[in-house]
């Protein structure tokens, strides 16, 4: 059990429905990063001078961004999980994504979940709404 993961957890529709959020959630963070990369550095250096001025925009920002961050954190440690404990794919497929989500990162984790987890606990949870029964 790692960061209070089980098999049982990860197969749960609670968690599932919390990792499709956290999944999102990282998309989301994937476009500001790419914004804030891509952007012009005169309107980069104004959005943050903004935030940067303003105390309550500034927590608000913090509040807004913090979860999305750790979201992301869960979605990666949970996908880890399931690619070495539970996932059951061929074992090509499997050094497949491993290489993916070393080098990928979140990335990979975000196409993992989409690709193989999504599909595989929904397959796996069918019509008995809130646990896999083992």
Do not use: C, H
Request: aromatic share 14%; proline share 1%.
């Amino acid at each position: 059990m790692l960061f209070g993961i089980t098999r049982n957890r990860l197969l749960s529709k609670g968690v599932f429905n919390i990792l499709t959020w956290a999944a999102f959630s990282a998309i989301l963070l994937t476009a500001l990063f790419l914004f804030f990369n891509i952007a012009d550095e005169d309107l980069r250096v104004n959005i943050v001078d903004r935030v940067n001025e303003s105390v309550v925009l500034s927590s608000i920002v913090g509040l807004l961004i913090t979860p999305v961050i750790f979201a992301t954190g869960y979605l990666y440690v949970a996908m880890w999980i399931y690619l070495a404990v539970i996932d059951d794919s061929s074992p090509e497929d499997k050094i497949i994504w491993f290489i993916l989500m070393v080098f990928g990162i979140w990335l990979g984790a975000i196409i993992y979940y989409f690709v193989v987890y999504r599909r595989q606990v929904l397959m796996k949870l069918g019509d008995s709404g809130n646990a896999i029964q083992s």
